[in-house]
């Protein structure tokens, strides 16, 4: 074989071999980092301690009592198990409450339990006062007028709302004027009050 024709096929050669070597350092790498690792993820499983049913003043730990994870190659992972979120209030007082945990190859698994308020309540609106009177006619000074308390939040009147107020002439003219207003809670419980405010000009 001449001279060019065999440097030719000797940059072939190494190229395909470069090329094959390549391919089997990524194959090697994908399946160490996205294959085998899979086979392992953690678990989460839950005992006859765990409770379904609790009070609205229970605490993160209360919520994880019961609450168990384990994988084949880091074993017990009970105490790195967090609470991610916990959702809205569903249909008067159940929530769901996402359990996740993670494993030394960064696996996670995540696991959502419906829990039940046992003494949960709607939040409330209330006047201050038996006549809710205010001097201007302000928002903050209507908003002033009343407080809202919810059984997980506590005091939540900084969240009231006025969703509607009658600005007719004749409303103002008359002293009394009605407002809507709402609050929301922390679980996205929404609660309605519709009331009345005497303007004293």
């Known amino acids: ?50 409770k379904t049913k609790i009070s609205v003043k229970s605490t993160q730990q209360e919520l994880l009592a019961g609450v168990t994870a384990y994988d084949e190659e880091d074993g017990d992972l009970s105490t790195d198990i967090i609470i991610e979120k916990m959702s809205n209030i569903i249909k008067g007082n159940r929530r769901e409450i996402t359990y ?19 003494d949960y309540k709607k939040p409330v609106i209330k006047p201050v006062s038996d006549v809710p009177v205010i001097k201007e006619r302000k928002y903050a000074d209507i908003l002033a007028c009343f407080k809202a308390t919810d059984v997980i939040d506590g005091d939540i009147s900084s969240k009231i709302r006025i969703d509607s107020i009658d600005t007719s002439k004749d409303s103002i003219n008359r002293g009394v004027f009605p407002v809507t207003l709402s609050v929301t809670n922390s679980c996205g419980d929404i609660a309605y009050l519709e009331s009345t405010v005497t303007l004293v000009e």
């Open 1 to 50: 074989m001449k001279g060019p024709l065999k440097n030719t096929a000797v940059r072939y050669t190494a190229m395909v071999l470069v090329t094959v070597l390549l391919i089997s350092f990524f194959a090697v790498y994908y399946y160490n980092t996205n294959i085998s690792k899979k086979k392992n993820i953690p678990t989460i499983t839950f005992s006859e301690n765990y």
């Open 100 to 118: 996740v945990v993670c494993d030394s190859d960064n696996n996670v698994t995540k696991v959502t339990k419906e829990i039940t308020y046992t």
